[in-house]
């Protein structure tokens, strides 16, 4: 069992910058792959970026953050962070964090995860 624990969410301006951190517990966490996902009001959750479980880790991003987001993990203190820089309006959301077992492959969709947190606010504000 993973528990995931978001923080860093806050109000910004746009062209501002923003690091998320997703506090995992659980002994086999160097095992899991994360990824960062994130829901608009009325919208579906979509995904925003993914990492696979070990230090040469592998990434990706969606479209609309690639150049600006990046996901990183210090395994050592079972977190994983997001930085996000040059926010944009369109980029307020809940974001979650999430978790799957399979940490090998990287994983885009919301239902290749197993685990997730609770949500972190960002509100960008033009």
């Known amino acids: 069992q993973v528990q995931l624990v978001e923080s860093g969410g806050t109000a910004v301006q746009a062209g501002g910058s923003l690091r998320l951190s997703c506090a995992a517990s659980?002994?086999?966490?160097?095992?899991?792959?994360m990824g960062w996902f994130r829901q608009a009001p009325g919208k579906e959750r979509e995904f925003v970026g993914a990492?696979?479980?070990?230090?040469?880790?592998?990434?990706t991003y969606a479209d609309s953050v690639k150049g600006r987001f990046t996901i990183s993990r210090d395994n050592a203190k079972n977190t994983v962070y997001l930085q996000m820089n040059s926010l944009k309006p369109d980029d307020t959301a809940v974001y979650y964090c999430?978790?799957?077992?399979?940490?090998?492959?990287?994983?885009?969709?919301?239902?290749?995860?197993?685990?997730w947190g609770q949500g972190t606010q960002v509100t960008v504000s033009s």
């Open positions: 990492v696979t479980w070990s230090s040469g880790s592998m990434t």
């Open positions: 659980g002994r086999a966490f160097n095992n899991y792959g």
């Open positions: 999430a978790a799957r077992r399979n940490g090998w492959a990287i994983a885009t969709t919301k239902g290749e995860y197993d685990y």
